[in-house]
C-alpha cells in the first residue's frame, strides 16, 4: 500500500438481475465530462437482445420491442414514445455509448421484469486511515466503479503507456489486457497511481518536460504496478478516468487557471483567434492520381491556399496559419503539433477523395472516431493514413502512436464540436457546389489524432471519377470549393459567436448589479 493514502469504497459495477435471476453485469464508461455511460453492445448482450445500426441511428431490440436511439441526441424513441435522457447517445471507442439513465428510464419497459442492482462495493485498494492533520488534496476525479468480484481478477498483460501535451492539460494513459482496478494518490510534487494485477516485465520511463509534467515512470510493485508523474510545477485539476475496449487507464492533468481579476466578466466560452489550415499530402507524397494525372497534393493546397485568402480577406476577426504553403512532405504527427503549439481554435484538413470504382462522386465531411461509420469511411481513412509508409522511421515510430491516441480521444470533449463543424462545411459545399451529398461520416484519421480543438477533414471531390478531376483541375472549380468551405466556417463562427453572446450577458449583467 502507498503511503498516506485512504479511500472510501466505491459505486460498483451495474448488474442486471431478471425474474429467473441475475443476467449478467454492466461496468460503466465514465467520460471526461463525468457522465456515465453503457456500452449498447454489451447491453443487448446481456438481455440477449440486438443492438443495430443505420446511419446515424442505433436500436435495441428486445423481441418485438424496442428503442431507437439518435447520435447526439438525448431524445430516444421508446416502444414509440420520446423519452429524454440526460445525456446524448454517442459512439465511442468500443461503439456506441447510451447513457446510465436509460437502465432507470427505459429498461423496464423494454424488458419487463428486469431491474438493476448496484454489485457490492469494495475498495480497489485495502484503505489506510489518514491523517487528522492531513490537508484535502487536489479535486480528483473519482476512480471507476469496480466490484469485488472484479478487483480479485487474473493478472493483466501491460500494453501500453504514452502521453500527449495539450495546450492546457497533458494526458497520461495505461493500456492494460484486460480491467485493471486502480487507486489515484494526488501529491505536490508527484501523482501515484496503483494498477492492481498489473503484470510489469520491467520499469519504463518517458521523459515529458512540457512544463507541466517532467517524467512519468512506471515499475512493478510486488503483484501490482505504479505509475509515477513527477511534476514540473503545480498543477491545477487532476481528472482520472477509465476507457473500454481495450482498458485504459486515462489521467489528464491540467495547468493552473490564470488568476482573474474578481470583478472581470470572463466567459467560459471564448471567441475564435485561430484556424489552421491543413493541405493534405506533399512533397514526396503525391496522394490520389486522376486519369490524367493531376494530383491530389496540387489540387488541396492550391484550395487551401485559396480559402485562407477568403479568411484573411474577410472580415471574420479570424487569423489563419498553414501546416504547408510550398509543395513540400508534412508527417501526420507534425500538423496537428502545429496547430497545438499555435493554440488553434479550429484544425481543418482539406483532401481529394479517391475509389476503384471510376463513377463514386461527391463530397464528405469526416470527425475523428476508432469507430468507422461504415466500410467505405473505413477505406477513406486506411488511404490517407498509408501516408505513414512514406515518413523516415523514426517519425513513422511517433505516428504509430497516433494508432493509439485515437482511442483515446475518440471520447474527448472535443468529438461533439468536431460534429457540429462537420455538418456546417457538409451543409455550404452540397448546397453552394451541388454536388453529391455522402454526408458526415467518422473514421480513425492519424492526421485528426491529437488535435487539441474540434478538428474534421473534408473530401472535396474524387480524383478517380473523370468528370470530377476534371472539374477540380480548373481555378474557376477550385475557387466554387474554396468559397463553399469558407461560407461554413462563416456560418460556424456565426452560429459560435451567438453562443459565446449568450454566455458573456448573464456575466455582464451580473456585473453592472454589482454596487
Request: glycine share 8%; net charge positive; proline share 7%.
Amino acid at each position: 500500500m502507498l503511503p498516506g493514502a485512504g479511500e472510501a469504497a466505491r459505486p460498483a459495477a451495474i448488474e442486471l438481475r431478471g425474474q429467473a435471476g441475475p443476467l449478467g453485469l454492466l461496468i460503466p464508461v465514465v467520460l471526461d465530462d463525468g457522465s456515465s455511460y453503457v456500452l449498447a453492445n454489451r447491453l443487448a448482450a446481456v438481455l440477449k437482445g440486438v443492438w443495430s445500426v443505420k446511419g446515424g441511428k442505433g436500436t435495441l431490440s428486445v423481441g418485438t420491442r424496442r428503442a431507437e436511439f439518435t447520435r447526439n441526441q438525448a431524445r430516444v424513441l421508446l416502444l414509440g414514445t420520446p423519452v429524454t435522457l440526460a445525456s446524448a447517445a454517442r459512439i465511442g471507442a468500443g461503439g456506441w455509448l447510451i447513457p446510465e439513465d436509460f437502465l432507470a428510464k427505459g429498461l423496464g419497459k423494454l424488458m419487463p421484469g428486469v431491474r438493476t442492482a448496484r454489485a457490492a462495493a469494495a475498495p480497489a485498494v485495502p484503505a489506510a486511515a489518514p491523517s487528522p492533520a492531513a490537508s484535502p488534496p487536489p479535486a480528483v476525479a473519482s476512480a471507476p466503479a469496480l466490484p469485488a468480484k472484479l478487483v480479485r481478477v487474473a493478472p493483466a498483460p501491460f500494453a501500453d503507456l504514452r502521453f500527449r501535451s495539450y495546450p492546457s492539460f497533458t494526458r497520461v494513459v495505461v493500456e492494460s489486457g484486460s480491467v485493471t482496478p486502480y487507486r489515484v494518490e494526488p501529491g505536490a510534487e508527484e501523482i501515484r497511481v496503483r494498477l492492481r494485477g498489473l503484470v510489469l516485465s520491467g520499469a519504463r520511463a518517458q521523459e515529458i518536460d512540457d512544463g507541466l509534467v517532467k517524467q512519468v515512470t512506471l515499475e512493478p510493485a510486488g503483484a501490482d504496478s505504479v505509475l509515477r508523474v513527477k511534476l514540473d510545477s503545480s498543477a491545477g485539476q487532476v481528472k482520472d478516468f477509465a476507457l473500454q475496449d481495450p482498458f485504459r487507464v486515462v489521467l489528464d492533468i491540467y495547468r493552473p487557471k490564470e488568476p482573474v481579476a474578481q470583478d472581470a466578466a470572463r466567459p467560459t466560452a471564448q471567441p475564435l483567434q485561430l484556424v489552421v489550415l491543413d493541405a493534405g499530402h506533399g512533397g514526396h507524397d503525391p496522394g490520389a492520381t486522376g486519369p490524367s494525372g493531376l494530383t491530389e497534393k496540387e489540387v488541396v493546397l492550391d484550395v487551401t491556399k485559396r480559402v485562407a485568402r477568403m479568411v484573411e480577406e474577410g472580415r471574420l476577426g479570424i487569423k489563419v496559419a498553414l501546416t504547408r504553403s510550398t509543395d513540400v512532405f508534412v508527417p501526420l504527427r507534425d500538423r496537428t503539433n502545429f496547430a497545438n503549439k499555435q493554440r488553434a481554435d479550429l484544425f481543418v484538413s482539406i483532401h481529394a477523395n479517391a475509389h476503384p470504382r471510376s463513377v463514386s462522386e461527391g463530397v464528405e465531411t469526416y470527425f475523428l472516431s476508432s469507430e468507422a461509420t461504415d466500410n467505405e469511411a473505413r477505406q477513406v481513412a486506411a488511404i490517407e493514413n498509408g501516408v505513414v509508409q512514406l515518413e523516415t522511421p523514426a517519425s513513422r515510430a511517433r505516428t504509430d502512436a497516433l494508432k493509439s491516441i485515437l482511442w483515446d480521444l475518440a471520447q474527448s470533449e472535443f468529438q461533439q464540436e468536431s460534429s457540429f463543424l462537420a455538418e456546417t462545411v457538409q451543409d455550404s459545399m452540397t448546397h453552394s457546389l451541388q454536388l453529391v451529398n455522402r454526408g458526415v461520416k467518422q473514421a480513425g484519421f492519424y492526421v485528426l489524432g491529437g488535435a487539441a480543438m474540434p478538428a474534421i477533414l473534408v473530401e472535396i471531390g474524387f480524383l478517380t471519377n473523370p468528370k470530377e478531376e476534371r472539374k477540380l483541375g480548373t481555378p474557376d472549380h477550385r475557387e466554387a470549393v474554396a468559397k463553399a468551405i469558407y461560407a461554413g466556417l462563416v456560418e460556424y463562427k456565426r452560429r459560435h459567436d451567438q453562443r459565446t453572446r449568450t454566455v458573456q450577458a448573464p456575466a455582464r449583467n451580473a456585473a453592472s448589479a454589482r454596487p
